[in-house]
């Protein structure tokens, strides 16, 4: 993209160029940013699909693929890097899901030789304890926002799921489960992640994992969803330049309070919900909220967001601020 003036003293942008880069994947998401480049995810379980893989902002045309063996194959969603450890965390799109992470045998070579690892929460096998159905009344909660517990980490033994998928491995050696990992980010205090549709509204789990030593960590239940019209179903989330949380709704349908809108909302320090855009096209007649908000991120300078609507409308918005300082 490049700056240029329409009118006097108001900048714009314009794309000046756009490429593909990489072909032959299957069912891509989330993604994110490893040593400069952008990994992209192949959420899915088919044979010889699962992977990660890495592309390059100079990329200027279709490339030899750049396949992470290291990182293991499963329906991974997204992904965020530790510069300080070396470690890449992992969520995973799947109603069983593990919370991975690999760590590098050397920190500064993320893509390198390594382990895989799963997040054990001993005496809590699943983050999502509840048995109603999505689109039903939501439920008590059985923990409340700012649950912590303490959390150690076990190797995945095939990392390749050559014989069963490495969330199945994890399970058997005690790792706890998550219903739909999706978003992922960090700031100083930790990683964030999302359980986009867990929770006793189905509407969402925010969850901070804290590192304390190499092998083990501390989490945080966040903020679990009880009312869909204060948030509902966050997927790609992103720390704002500011350290606000950001999130990215996308609704499945308008039941359990669900509101008929997708919204990208703000999460504070105090865990206090606020709205920030709201896309006006909805589905009503199919009763469900109209295309999703994804793929949110902050140019380097932190002045312009970026943010993708998905299909039927299969756009991307760029918006500036006036931002909050930090």
């Known amino acids: ?25 299957d069912k891509n998401c989330a993604g994110g940013v490893v040593d400069g480049g952008w990994v992209t995810c192949e959420e899915s379980s088919q044979p010889g699909h699962g992977y990660a893989f890495m592309t390059r902002p100079e990329d200027a045309q279709l490339t030899a693929p750049r396949r992470i063996e290291s990182w293991g194959r499963f329906q991974r969603e997204a992904v965020v890097h530790d510069p300080k450890t070396g470690c890449v965390y992992m969520t995973e799109d799947h109603p069983e899901a593990a919370f991975y992470r690999f ?17 054990v929460v001993d005496g809590v096998p699943h983050t999502h304890p509840y048995t109603h159905g999505q689109g039903s009344s939501p439920v008590a909660p059985r923990w409340a926002n700012k649950q912590t517990w303490s959390a ?12 069963e998928p490495c969330r199945v491995q994890a399970a058997r050696l005690g790792a706890t489960s998550f219903h739909r990992t999706e978003g992922i980010t960090m700031d100083p205090s930790g990683v964030w992640f999302v359980a986009s549709t867990a929770g006793c509204s189905h509407g969402g789990q925010i969850f901070r994992y804290t590192p304390k030593t190499a092998k083990t960590g ?19 989330i992103v720390m704002s330049p500011w350290g606000e949380l950001m999130l990215a709704e996308d609704n499945y349908e308008t039941g359990g309070g ?16 606020a709205d920030f855009a709201r896309n006006n096209e909805s589905r009503r007649r199919k009763s469900a909220p109209g295309s999703e908000f994804t793929g949110i991120c902050f140019s380097p300078d932190g002045r312009t967001l970026f943010v993708n609507l998905q299909t039927p409308t299969q756009i991307t918005v760029a918006i500036t601020g006036p931002w909050p300082t930090a």
């Open 1 to 25: 993209a490049k700056d240029f003036e329409s009118t006097p003293g108001k900048a714009c942008t314009a794309i000046i160029s756009s490429n593909a880069v990489l072909a032959g994947t």
């Open 103 to 119: 760590v590098p045998d050397t920190p500064s070579e993320p893509f390198g030789k390594g382990r895989m690892e799963a997040l």
């Open 152 to 163: 150690r980490w076990v190797p995945v033994p095939d990392p390749s799921a050559a014989e």
């Open 218 to 236: 501390q989490l945080t239940l966040e903020y679990e969803v009880q009312d869909r019209t204060i948030l509902s179903s966050p997927d790609n």
């Open 258 to 273: 669900a509101v008929t809108h997708q919204f990208l909302r703000l999460m504070n320090a105090k865990g206090e919900i």
